[in-house]
């Protein structure tokens, strides 16, 4: 007699995108969703300083605490049976206190509060997306693949199947393309309101990784896979919405297209950015990539249509002038994937929000500061700017600063090339 096959259980996963970018939490039976959704998982405040390559190597928390991990239920984001082996629905999560009340080091409240700074400021919520960058390891490397169409071809089943994926985890997939770097390739996600635009980037990175992973092959999102390569970024782009949904960061008629609070929002970001720089750029190897010649930026500057500046203004030329309003935005060069989507779009609001509520603008005049050179130059930085640590809180500052720095230690006496195999491991 043959035995009865089992057929896999669905299973959920709730986790946040923590300090060292990774998707980190726990699995439970979808059968178990309802209460999963009222009490969430226990996780002991230490785990947030678990570092990028597995090991907790400094923590100021030490083995006391309980915080709850609570799923954000409007974000589950289905994996299918065909890529995961079973269904697996991903909810991304707040770390809160047991009371209920969100933690101080909490990334995803790090940018709610961000958002709600901007609120109080202007009245206006952030419409973001990410562009993600990686390489496939399944896509042989050849002489001139970037943004040929064989290679987007060669790549079509890998691509095909994450677009279906990413649009039945309700994302809205808008591109994906061969890009220019060996084996390399980029998804980009349509933009959203709010916290949802790093909800959907957590999301897309970890069905890219999953899709990959379930034909037989890895997406690499780590900045550079050798010291002399490739760079991979991640690019933030964002635009400013009123009550109305009204798109309020262009004026045709002002300097490069900014509107007054459009201008203040840029300006307080260029202001803080050599010190946001720590939280966009956040592992050593993304200081590889910020080098000249690597199409990334070297300082805190803006331009309109230039891929080499740090902001970039985008502005695209419509019949219709609200049309025109609404594809107007800036985007955010600085940013890799070693970065947690809510850090990194975090530190962005909090520093236009305080531009905005500053009333700052940009001089034109003014030379740009250099960009850090290291992740203990931006370590640094972060530690001297008043604001930035304000905008993060004593708590989550000390953290981690305490995280990165030993994170640096132990990549100590490593050469630059096994410190990028270091990254693009764990990445």
Same mark, same amino acid.
């Given at each position: 007699?043959?035995?009865?096959?089992?057929?896999?259980?669905?299973?959920?996963?709730?986790?946040?995108?923590?300090?060292?970018?990774?998707?980190?939490?726990?699995?439970?039976?979808?059968?178990?969703?309802?209460?999963?959704?009222?009490?969430?998982?226990?996780?002991?405040?230490?785990?947030?300083?678990?570092?990028?390559?597995?090991?907790?190597?400094?923590?100021?928390?030490?083995?006391?605490?309980?915080?709850?991990?609570?799923?954000? *239920?409007?974000?589950?984001?289905?994996?299918?049976?065909?890529? *995961?082996?079973?269904?697996?629905?991903?909810?991304?999560?707040?770390?809160?206190?047991?009371?209920?009340?969100?933690?101080?080091?909490?990334?995803?409240?790090?940018?709610?509060?961000?958002?709600?700074?901007?609120?109080?400021?202007?009245?206006?919520?952030?419409?973001?997306?990410?562009?993600?960058?990686?390489?496939?390891?399944?896509?042989?490397?050849?002489?001139?693949?970037?943004?040929?169409?064989?290679?987007?071809?060669?790549?079509?089943?890998?691509?095909?199947?994450?677009?279906?994926?990413?649009?039945?985890?309700?994302?809205?997939?808008?591109?994906?393309?061969?890009?220019?770097?060996?084996?390399?390739?980029?998804?980009?996600?349509?933009?959203?309101?709010?916290?949802?635009?790093?909800?959907?980037?957590?999301?897309?990175?970890?069905?890219?990784?999953?899709?990959?992973?379930?034909?037989?092959?890895?997406?690499?999102?780590?900045?550079?896979?050798?010291?002399?390569?490739?760079?991979?970024?991640?690019?933030?782009?964002?635009?400013?919405?009123?009550?109305?949904?009204?798109?309020?960061?262009?004026?045709?008629?002002?300097?490069?297209?900014?509107?007054?609070?459009?201008?203040?929002?840029?300006?307080?970001?260029?202001?803080?950015?050599? *010190?946001?720089?720590?939280?966009?750029?956040?592992?050593?190897?993304?200081?590889?990539?910020?080098?000249?010649?690597?199409?990334?930026?070297?300082?805190?500057?803006?331009?309109?249509?230039?891929?080499?500046?740090?902001?970039?203004?985008?502005?695209?030329?419509?019949?219709?002038?609200?049309?025109?309003?609404?594809?107007?935005?800036?985007?955010?060069?600085?940013?890799?994937?070693?970065?947690?989507?809510?850090?990194?779009?975090?530190?962005?609001?909090?520093?236009?929000?305080?531009?905005?509520?500053?009333?700052?603008?940009?001089?034109?005049?003014?030379?740009?500061?250099?960009?850090?050179?290291?992740?203990?130059?931006?370590?640094?930085?972060?530690?001297?700017?008043?604001?930035?640590?304000?905008?993060?809180?004593?708590?989550?500052?000390?953290?981690?600063?305490?995280?990165?720095?030993?994170?640096?230690?132990?990549?100590?006496?490593?050469?630059?090339?096994?410190?990028?195999?270091?990254?693009?491991?764990?990445?």
């Amino acid at each position: 007699m043959s035995a009865t096959a089992l057929l896999p259980e669905p299973l959920g996963f709730i986790g946040t995108c923590d300090l060292s970018g990774h998707f980190r939490g726990k699995g439970f039976p979808m059968a178990d969703l309802a209460g999963r959704m009222r009490s969430g998982f226990g996780l002991a405040p230490t785990n947030i300083m678990m570092s990028a390559f597995g090991p907790i190597h400094a923590t100021p928390f030490g083995t006391t605490g309980e915080l709850v991990l609570k799923p954000v *239920a409007e974000c589950g984001a289905l994996v299918p049976m065909g890529i *995961a082996g079973t269904d697996v629905t991903l909810f991304p999560a707040d770390l809160v206190t047991q009371e209920g009340t969100p933690w101080v080091c909490c990334p995803r409240g790090f940018l709610t509060r961000g958002l709600a700074a901007l609120e109080a400021a202007a009245g206006l919520r952030a419409y973001a997306t990410f562009e993600q960058e990686f390489v496939h390891t399944g896509i042989a490397e050849r002489p001139g693949m970037p943004y040929r169409f064989d290679a987007f071809v060669e790549a079509g089943g890998f691509g095909g199947t994450l677009v279906a994926a990413l649009r039945r985890a309700g994302l809205t997939p808008d591109s994906f393309l061969a890009e220019n770097g060996p084996s390399q390739f980029e998804v980009t996600i349509a933009p959203t309101i709010g916290a949802r635009a790093a909800d959907e980037a957590v999301i897309a990175r970890e069905l890219t990784r999953a899709v990959a992973a379930a034909q037989g092959h890895r997406a690499i999102h780590a900045p550079m896979l050798s010291p002399d390569g490739a760079t991979s970024g991640t690019h933030i782009h964002i635009s400013l919405l009123d009550a109305d949904g009204l798109a309020v960061m262009h004026d045709p008629a002002r300097r490069l297209g900014l509107s007054h609070v459009g201008e203040a929002f840029v300006a307080g970001i260029v202001a803080h950015l050599p *010190a946001l720089v720590a939280l966009t750029a956040p592992s050593v190897v993304s200081y590889y990539r910020l080098r000249p010649g690597k199409w990334a930026p070297t300082r805190a500057d803006v331009g309109v249509f230039d891929r080499g500046r740090a902001i970039r203004l985008c502005a695209s030329k419509a019949d219709d002038p609200e049309a025109e309003r609404r594809r107007y935005n800036m985007e955010f060069r600085v940013c890799d994937a070693t970065a947690s989507p809510y850090l990194a779009l975090g530190a962005l609001i909090h520093a236009g929000a305080d531009g905005i509520a500053r009333g700052l603008s940009l001089d034109p005049a003014a030379p740009s500061p250099a960009l850090p050179a290291s992740l203990g130059e931006a370590l640094d930085l972060l530690e001297t700017s008043d604001a930035v640590r304000g905008f993060l809180g004593a708590e989550l500052a000390g953290a981690y600063v305490m995280l990165k720095c030993s994170e640096i230690a132990a990549l100590d006496g490593l050469t630059d090339q096994e410190i990028c195999d270091r990254y693009a491991a764990a990445y």
